[in-house]
């Protein structure tokens, strides 16, 4: 799928990596974040070498250091929206995860709407808590996967600003795929793959 | 990286939120467990209760702590031991014998009682008026079948004759120890004091009497000992002995069938909760892994993210149990009803604790046990199914703790068939019946995938184009329904073959071609009268046998009195003391399978003619195929060889006997005749006949 891609990420910047469908951007976001193992190279996070861990290994690294944010927003049904945000809080065994939930909900303007369930949100509302969710276990880096995809424009634009508010806040390194080439150009860094190789590699006037 | 432990209080807490919205779809899986153990609850509490009160009434049923009995009266060797025995004694003389009512001038044969003492010590004869069970013993009183004073137009205080006397009918008897309706249906019973049997002339030399004692002993006595003590003596006085305990095993067993066929109902019900089990979890585990995926990406371990549905499925499971425990213990009062016509005991409807615990245990142990296949594929659920749904990487037949689910699996069918059937032999060959069936089932259903595949058209209708396309398309259920249902089907037909087969085996009267009635002592000048009678009365005649009295005088050369002489010899003592009612005929009865040598049906003149003898009395006597036996009947002693041994069904009402003829013998040696037939009622026609042909 991907060939020769060598890049490396600085710590609290903001990057994109953009291409068409079927160029190889959602199988490199699953190598960096850790949720898949590459056949050959290697795939460093945090100076971890994510490719000598095990599966369990790597859900620890992604539990301590990273946070995602999905095109459909993948929280889980059955809890509610402040349950979705308390469980990688839980998952670290920290404490007072309940205040800390609500403090991260009430910052995207959902606090009055902890205890509904996913099912009972609008579209932008999930990706809020998605977003909540994401910023929960202070990740170092957060991988976005086209987070505005499944929103109409309004909303989107709503997600995208609190997405770098947040960001910036946290100084979270920031890992976005989109073939929005506007929402690209939001980052400080822009990569271009196309048949899974790295086409161009290119700073932006954020940068 | 330090290593993060479980957490094991926030995996309850994780179970509990996941199952919120998802209970309703649990209701495959909870209603599996509840039926299967709500089944197996109920005939475990129900084979309880039944053992319970056989060990409760077994006294009731044998009347005393030990019964002796013999065919011949007690000589002076074996006389002080039967007198020393017990501290309270009975003797009890029992002979079939033709009685008769001078009221309404009718005969009929009968089991006559004449009995001496407090026998019955437990239980009691259940008489109307209630003290004449009693009373009876203090002059020339008898107590008369209640069916028989019914046949006879009786009533208390008439009379009737047995031999030279006359006695006053001092009460109905309607039940005694150790009698079951169809014993009494066939030969009813007349109970006389033993003081006036003498009188009555019916107990002379020769006469075919049984002699019984009863004794009771007023303090606690290992029977176990004694009887252990006793047997050799009573085997060599050609004595049988029969104590609560040996009762209590025997009644136990003559209920093997009725408690085999519910255990099978209850397995029955248990695998197809097991299949029940299997397939809803495997639906609910295929409906998660999107949840899975998610929990993984967030980082749960896949041990956690396994312990998490683990803990679901075991609390299903053991709220399905107790459901189960409780449903089966409410089923279970409606059993002894549905049984009581069958049952000669009353059978109680306690609670059976021991029932409940053996469900829910096993309630838990298949919810997990089946559930663990499709639980365990939850570790290879890849957190990447939140980027690709479709994603799978699941290697099924490389994941090792997939097979030892399969050997557990296999195990418990094998352990659970074993406590069923008491056979390692036979749980074997049923586990790998129901592989084969599964591995077919599962062949049929790839099957069924592929040629969906290769024959559907695109000129087909859209409905008809997605109907099928569905069978084989990703994420199908193809396999797991067919293989659910085959196999629920094929338990449930089993189910219904066997007890097809058990209701053949114990339907008694349920149809007119099933005899109900035996007459016998028919003798051959009345042979063709009784069966015109018969046919007058609108009644059929199903089978008409001729029955010779004779006696072994020789086994393989060796007489009783070698047997005396030599007791290492393999024969059993009553062999040569016991008189053998046998027939003849040139064919099989439908009862009976010839199971070594061949069955011959004819003599053939000057040859030593084959009889064929049935399977326990071969075993009893170390007989078999091509032994020579010497038979005396009635005084002329007639060489025999053993030409086959046939297996006899006993269970039907109809005649059966342990040496069977072949036609061209015994036709001039004195016999009687039994006609058999089957009566709506009992009634009116044996009055009838017994008028006419006393």
């Known amino acids: 799928m991907l060939d020769n891609i060598n890049f490396s990420v600085a710590a609290g910047s903001t990057n994109a990596i953009v291409g068409p469908s079927g160029s190889g951007k959602t199988t490199l976001l699953g190598l960096c974040a850790g949720l898949d193992s590459s056949s050959s190279g290697i795939v460093e996070l945090n100076n971890i070498n994510l490719g000598k861990l095990s599966e369990d290994e790597r859900a620890q690294v992604r539990n301590q250091y990273i946070g995602f944010i999905f095109q459909n927003f993948q929280l889980l ?66 991988f976005a996967d086209e987070p505005t995809g499944n929103l109409d424009a309004e909303t989107s634009e709503k997600v995208v600003k609190l997405i770098f508010d947040l960001n910036k806040e946290a100084g ?36 | 990286m330090e290593k993060r432990k479980i957490n094991i209080p926030w995996l309850f807490e994780m179970a509990w939120r996941d199952s919120r919205k998802n209970r309703s779809r649990l209701l495959l899986f909870i209603s599996a467990i509840i039926f299967g153990i709500a089944a197996l609850v109920a005939i475990y509490s129900f084979r309880y209760n039944l053992q319970n009160d056989i060990n409760a009434q077994a006294a009731t049923l044998v009347g005393a702590d030990l019964v002796v009995s013999g065919n011949h009266p007690a000589d002076a060797t074996i006389k002080p031991l039967l007198d020393s025995l017990g501290d309270k004694r009975s003797e009890e003389r029992t002979f079939v014998s033709m009685i008769y009512f001078p009221k309404s001038k009718g005969t009929r044969l009968v089991q006559v009682h004449a009995l001496q003492g407090g026998f019955p010590y437990y239980g009691s004869l259940e008489t109307i008026p209630v003290e004449a069970g009693k009373s009876f013993k203090n002059g020339e009183y008898a107590l008369v079948d209640k069916t028989l004073m019914l046949q006879f137009n009786a009533h208390v205080n008439d009379s009737i004759k047995v031999g030279n006397i006359t006695f006053l009918i001092t009460g109905v008897l309607n039940k005694a120890p150790g009698q079951t309706g169809v014993s009494s249906n066939i030969a009813p019973v007349v109970y006389i004091p033993l003081q006036y049997l003498g009188q009555t002339g019916l107990s002379k030399k020769g006469s075919r009497i049984g002699y019984s004692f009863y004794y009771k002993y007023d303090t606690p006595v290992n029977m176990d000992k004694l009887v252990k003590k006793l047997d050799p003596r009573l085997d060599k006085a050609e004595m049988n002995y029969e104590t609560i305990e040996t009762r209590k095993e025997n009644t136990g067993r003559s209920f093997g069938d009725l408690t085999r066929f519910l255990s099978l109902v209850g397995f029955i019900a248990l695998l197809l909760g097991c299949v029940g089990v299997a397939s809803a979890i495997h639906i609910y585990i295929r409906e998660k892994i999107a949840s899975i995926a998610i929990m993984r990406c967030l980082g749960v371990k896949a041990s956690e993210a396994f312990l998490i549905y683990l803990i679901q499925i075991v609390g299903i499971g053991i709220i399905g149990s107790i459901a189960g425990a409780v449903l089966g213990t409410a089923i279970q009062h409606i059993l002894p009803m549905v049984m009581k016509d069958f049952l000669p005991l009353t059978i109680s409807t306690d609670i059976s604790w021991m029932a409940i615990g053996q469900g829910i245990f096993l309630g838990i142990i298949i919810s997990v046990l ?94 008809w184009r997605q109907g099928f396309a569905n069978l084989y398309r990703p994420n199908n259920q193809t396999i797991i329904l067919i293989v659910s249902i085959g196999l629920s089907t094929a338990f449930i037909c089993t189910l219904f073959f066997i007890q097809g087969i058990l209701i053949n085996q114990v339907s008694l009267s349920s149809s007119g071609n099933q005899s109900n009635m035996i007459l016998f002592d028919i003798q051959t000048s009345q042979e063709k009268a009784v069966a015109d009678l018969t046919r007058q009365q609108k009644l059929p005649v199903l089978q008409q046998v001729p029955i010779v009295t004779v006696r072994l005088e020789k086994i393989n050369g060796k007489t009783a009195a070698d047997l005396k002489k030599d007791t290492t010899l393999k024969i059993s003592r009553h062999a040569f003391s016991n008189e053998y009612r046998v027939t ?95 009566v709506p009622s009992s009634k009116a026609v044996s009055k009838g006949s017994c008028t006419k042909i006393p």
């Open chain 1, 77 to 142: 049904p059955t809890l509610t929206a402040l349950e979705n945000v308390m469980v990688p809080l839980e998952l670290r065994g920290e404490k007072n995860i309940r205040a800390r939930s609500l403090d991260l909900l009430d910052k995207v303007g959902l606090a009055d709407r902890g205890h509904h369930y996913p099912a009972q949100l609008s579209g932008g509302e999930q990706q809020r808590v998605s977003l909540a969710r994401a910023f929960s276990n202070a990740p170092q880096i957060l």
């Open chain 1, 172 to 207: 979270t390194t920031l890992v976005l795929v989109t073939h929005d080439l506007e929402l690209a150009a939001k980052t400080q860094r822009i990569l271009r793959i196309k048949g899974g190789k790295l086409i161009a590699d290119d700073k932006t006037v954020n940068a």
């Open chain 2, 370 to 463: 089946f559930a663990l296949l499709p639980l365990i594929s939850i570790r290879n659920i890849s957190p990447l199914n939140t980027l690709r749904i479709s994603y799978e990487d699941v290697n099924i037949v490389r994941d090792p703790l997939r097979w030892l689910v399969y050997i557990l699996i296999l195990l418990f069918v094998i352990t659970f068939t074993y406590l069923q059937l008491d056979s390692w032999l036979a749980s074997i060959f049923f586990t790998i019946g129901i592989s084969i069936a599964f591995l077919i089932l599962a062949f049929t259903a790839w099957l069924l995938m592929k040629l969906m595949r290769a024959f559907i058209q695109s000129s087909w209708s859209y409905l």
């Open chain 2, 584 to 678: 003849y005929r040139d064919t099989l009865t439908p009862t009976e399978k010839v199971i070594k040598g061949e069955w011959v049906g004819k003599a053939d003149a000057g040859k030593e003619f084959p009889v064929s003898i049935e399977d326990n009395f071969s075993k009893r006597n170390h007989i078999n195929v091509g032994d020579h036996l010497v038979f005396n009947v009635q005084g002329v002693s007639m060489p025999a060889v053993v030409g086959s041994v046939r297996q006899v069904n006993w269970n039907k009402i109809q005649t059966n006997f342990q040496v069977v003829f072949p036609a061209g013998v015994l036709e001039d040696a004195p016999q009687f005749h039994v006609l058999l037939t089957h």
